[in-house]
């Protein structure tokens, strides 16, 4: 416990903030966008099949992943708000950010053992690492308010981020090395014959590791939060509550009512973009071999991670001149000339550019949207419960953007299709955001 806590503003407190994203940025890298995709895809090549038998069914590898997603992103959205409202009841959210931050970490070093053969066990390390990254990062979120003046919260949100994209860069880098020349780090070849599978998983263990130990930084310096006065019987009940009570404030609020109508709209097609693009080039991409798709995948991911740490900063400095708003009105156009030009991507080469353009809007509209909120939000010390209204947007437009994704995609028999249907979502976007005035608090 910190006994004398930095003050609010302080570049002591700022930095600890944004040092998290650091400590758990790696996960949504190396898990959700690089290695474990094509671990995954893998598993089931050398298996040689397409199906695995799951609660009494036989479902295809593509879907069941699908729904493990979309189930914990529900189950994510459904506690979320709970959690915030208990929280700012007992004052003490840094608590549940360090339960949820070691329940992902501990997850990430489970996905060593993943196999088909113990597919429950297996999907369970999966499902609760998405839960610990999210839930930990929406009261990370939670924060900045709190530990930020609001002529600071777009600056070091995009710092964040970018401390983000640069720690991930820097260990799958090393994981990436790993994979690649996985007898340099002295990896002997697994019982299934493949030294480059057993490369995965270790780089699995180095993802839990490193999210739990940088975390502690941030920890130590994060104060425990504001303790809410109010109700102490029910407290589950409290949490629907806080959230209850939002809603209502936001009937007051027009300008923040109508920015979560757009965010959430827009962040739909962002955050499948990023769930799916891996899946997506590994798909639709003409790789010369199984090795270049492997490496070739890593490599735009790369290219991703160092363009978006660009991107977050140009994207800060032009909200500081433009507004947030009209900043993230251009960035979604943007998303809309990525997506047609995606459409047309074939080769390795386009999909290297893709992924470059993907990387200059991707950083900036994440961080930008983050402070944005902040700055909407009324003074008070009941952040936690307003940033949970943020989070829940976000983890439910996950659920319906990749479910109307595959739905699409399905349907239409083409991928493709599917990314021009993200492109109308963004287009959507940024007529809503035109709908959204500037604020006193220099959005």
């Known amino acids: 416990?910190?006994?004398?806590?930095?003050?609010?503003?302080?570049?002591?407190l700022l930095?600890?903030?944004?040092?998290?994203d650091w400590a758990n940025s790696v996960y949504s890298l190396v898990i959700t966008s690089a290695i474990f995709p094509i671990f995954y895809g893998a598993l089931f090549r050398m298996a040689e099949i397409e199906k695995v038998v799951v609660f009494g069914?036989?479902?295809?590898?593509?879907?069941?992943?699908?729904?493990?997603?979309?189930?914990?992103?529900?189950?994510?959205?459904?506690?979320?708000?709970?959690?915030?409202?208990?929280a700012d009841y007992l004052g003490n959210k840094r608590l549940f950010m360090k339960f949820f931050c070691y329940v992902g970490a501990i997850s990430c070093v489970g996905l060593y053992w993943f196999s088909l053969e113990q597919i429950y066990f297996s999907l369970g390390c999966y499902f609760f690492g998405l839960v610990g990254f999210w839930v930990s990062f929406?009261?990370?979120n939670s924060y900045l308010p709190d530990i930020a003046f609001p002529d600071q919260q777009d600056r070091i949100s995009a710092k964040g981020f970018s401390l983000g994209y640069i720690g991930s860069v820097l260990l799958l880098l090393v994981n990436l090395a790993m994979v690649m020349y996985p007898s340099l780090f002295g990896i002997e070849t697994d019982a299934a014959g493949v030294a480059e599978i057993k490369a995965m998983r270790y780089s699995f263990l180095t993802v839990g590791v490193w999210w739990a130990l940088f975390a502690q930084y941030t920890f130590f310096k994060l104060p425990k939060g504001y303790k809410k006065e109010g109700e102490r019987k029910h407290i589950l009940l409290n949490g629907f509550k806080e959230l209850k009570s939002v809603w209502h404030q936001l009937g007051d609020q027009v300008q923040l009512k109508r920015y979560l109508g757009a965010f959430f709209v827009y962040s739909m097609a962002v955050q499948t973009v990023m769930l799916i693009a891996t899946f997506?080039?590994?798909?639709?991409?003409?790789?010369?071999?199984?090795?270049?798709?492997?490496?070739?995948?890593?490599?735009?991911?790369?290219?991703?991670?160092?363009?978006?740490?660009?991107?977050?900063?140009?994207?800060?400095?032009?909200?500081?001149?433009?507004?947030n708003i009209k900043t993230?009105?251009?960035?979604?156009?943007?998303?809309?000339?990525?997506?047609?030009?995606?459409?047309?991507?074939?080769?390795p080469i386009d999909f290297y550019i893709a992924a470059g353009f993907v990387g200059i809007v991707m950083g900036g509209i994440q961080a930008l949207s983050r402070s944005t909120y902040s700055k909407f939000i009324p003074d008070t010390t009941d952040t936690t419960s307003f940033f949970s209204f943020f989070d829940v947007a976000e983890k439910i437009g996950i659920v319906l953007g990749t479910f109307m994704y595959g739905y699409v995609a399905q349907v239409t028999g083409n991928m493709?299709?599917?990314?021009?249907?993200?492109?109308?979502?963004?287009?959507?976007?940024?007529?809503?955001?035109?709908?959204?005035?500037q604020t006193n608090k220099e959005v």
């Open 1 to 12: 416990m910190v006994k004398n806590p930095p003050i609010k503003g302080s570049r002591q």
């Open 15 to 20: 930095n600890a903030w944004a040092f998290y």
């Open 57 to 86: 069914g036989e479902i295809a590898r593509g879907p069941l992943i699908s729904y493990v997603t979309s189930a914990a992103f529900l189950f994510i959205a459904l506690i979320t708000p709970i959690l915030s409202g208990i």
């Open 138 to 140: 929406a009261f990370n």
């Open 280 to 323: 997506f080039g590994e798909e639709e991409i003409q790789w010369g071999s199984d090795g270049e798709r492997t490496t070739g995948l890593i490599v735009s991911i790369l290219v991703i991670q160092l363009v978006a740490i660009l991107g977050a900063t140009v994207t800060a400095r032009a909200s500081k001149m433009f507004g």
């Open 328 to 347: 993230l009105i251009v960035v979604n156009a943007l998303w809309v000339l990525i997506c047609i030009y995606a459409y047309f991507v074939v080769t």
């Open 416 to 437: 493709r299709n599917a990314i021009i249907f993200l492109g109308l979502i963004f287009v959507v976007g940024a007529l809503m955001l035109t709908r959204v005035r």
